[in-house]
């Protein structure tokens, strides 16, 4: 249960509003979700408490992101955001610019989700602002990570820790380190990759008795994703299905998806590529139907793997040039960088230079964009599966050359502390 559903039970105003949200509430912890929404969506209609409709509307958002009905969920959003100017309360405000945040996370549109964000920060002195800071700081850090801006994401989810540990918010540390293991994921440090999820699923374990399963569900992802980029394709599996299961119950459609396309990956590194295209399939019905562009570009590259492993040159040119198409209309500077180096492949294969040429133009441009270097050695940061460290200003070196470096500063930013950074 998020901060949003733990707050239902405050004052809600009208005593039989409050009593059909509250019901709705139950019906929906037990499962029973168009029940929930019948009732939510009436108590809307025939309400005219305020604060009753805002908490109603929260109910709404809350259920349609886990059904991974993102348009319902900006709709309630936008909706939430005009109840809480008419009440004049910046703290019903505050929140309502956070769902819209969120909501336009969830949409990939990641320019919107940090302008919100940021709105956000800057309603400081509202009395639910320390409470929401953290969550702001993860919603913006998950968007900057869509964006492929490493430093900020990185900046924003240590921010969001240490709300979470100022403010002993151990649902909020889980969602944090289920983050940071996508993050590491895609800086190629597994180990950290590992890590993360692997706290997320022990904090589920001691504290989360209480807590909605889809936070165990997300944890066991994020692990078998780790699991899979370490070979340990068993384990992957293991915690996969562990993942779908409670998604399947739950009826979380996307997290449904996110569980189809590694399972996907996983019989594509089997080399089992007929069990691998149905499951791509599934997934990218699933990731249509939500709007998951950025889930979309990451199966279309899959695909072409997929027809890579078979030689099939001009069906794999395909998959790719559509998984780049949707990176770019997203911002996802590191597909796209995927996407240059497997068509550089492709045409160094087919002996196409002018078309070689061009990719490693583009190969090039696109790394220096993603600044994806050590600022000690020089080297690539994400080529391979190497330990990494940040420092306190979220810069990320290679970690052997932080031990080996008798350097003062970042030598990116000339910050004094080489202290190592808290993730």
């Known amino acids: 249960m998020n901060v949003f559903m733990r707050h239902l039970v405050g004052d809600m105003g009208q005593d039989q509003t409050k009593q059909q949200i509250e019901k709705g509430l139950c019906l929906y912890q037990s499962n029973q979700t168009e029940k929930a929404l019948n009732i939510w969506i009436k108590v809307l209609e025939k309400t005219s408490d305020c604060r009753g409709k805002f ?17 319902e969920m900006l709709k309630y959003a936008l909706a939430q955001i005009d109840t809480a100017r008419e009440m004049e309360d910046p703290d019903y405000l505050m929140e309502g610019y956070l769902n819209l945040a969120r909501s ?11 302008s919100y964000c940021k709105t956000c920060l800057n309603m400081q002195g509202t009395t639910v602002s320390l409470q929401l800071n ?7 850090g998950n968007a900057f990570c869509g964006l492929s801006i490493f430093q900020k994401a990185l900046e924003n989810y240590e921010k969001a820790l240490r709300y979470a540990h100022n403010n002993d918010d151990k649902m909020l540390e889980c969602r944090v380190c289920c983050s940071l293991g996508h993050f590491y994921t895609l800086l190629k440090d597994y180990e950290k990759a590992l890590f993360f999820p692997c706290k997320a699923a022990e904090l589920v374990n001691d504290y989360g008795k209480g807590w909605s399963l889809k936070y165990r569900a997300m944890s066991q992802y994020h692990m078998a994703v780790a699991y899979r980029k370490l070979n340990s394709l068993a384990d992957a599996m293991e915690c996969c299905e562990e993942s779908m299961k409670i998604a399947l119950q739950h009826g979380d459609r ?3 998806a996110l569980c189809l396309l590694n399972f996907a990956d996983i019989h594509r590194c089997r080399t089992d590529i007929e069990k691998a295209f149905p499951r791509y399939e599934s997934a990218m019905c699933i990731m249509t139907e939500t709007g998951n562009r950025l889930g979309q570009a990451l199966v279309y590259l899959g695909v072409g793997k997929c027809w890579l ?3 099939e040159l001009d069906k794999a040119l395909d998959s790719l040039q559509r998984a780049q198409e949707l990176a770019d209309t997203v911002g996802n500077k590191l597909c796209s960088l995927k996407v240059y180096c497997l068509k550089e492949q492709i045409f160094r294969n087919k002996e196409q230079q002018n078309d070689l040429r061009e990719q490693v133009v583009k190969f090039l441009q696109c790394v220096e964009e993603l600044e994806l270097y050590c600022g000690m050695c020089g080297e690539s940061i994400g080529e391979k599966n190497q330990q990494l460290q940040a420092l306190p200003c979220s810069h990320v070196f290679h970690l052997k050359c932080l031990q080996s470096n008798g350097t003062r500063g970042c030598p990116k930013c000339r910050q004094s502390s080489v202290k190592p950074g808290f993730v």
């Open 55 to 71: 908490r109603v509307l929260g109910c709404l958002i809350t259920a349609h992101s886990e059904m991974g009905k993102y348009k």
């Open 104 to 114: 336009n996370e969830k949409l990939c549109d990641f320019q919107k989700t940090i």
């Open 134 to 140: 953290g969550q702001v700081c993860l919603s913006m």
């Open 254 to 256: 996307p997290l449904q």
């Open 309 to 311: 492993q078979q030689k």
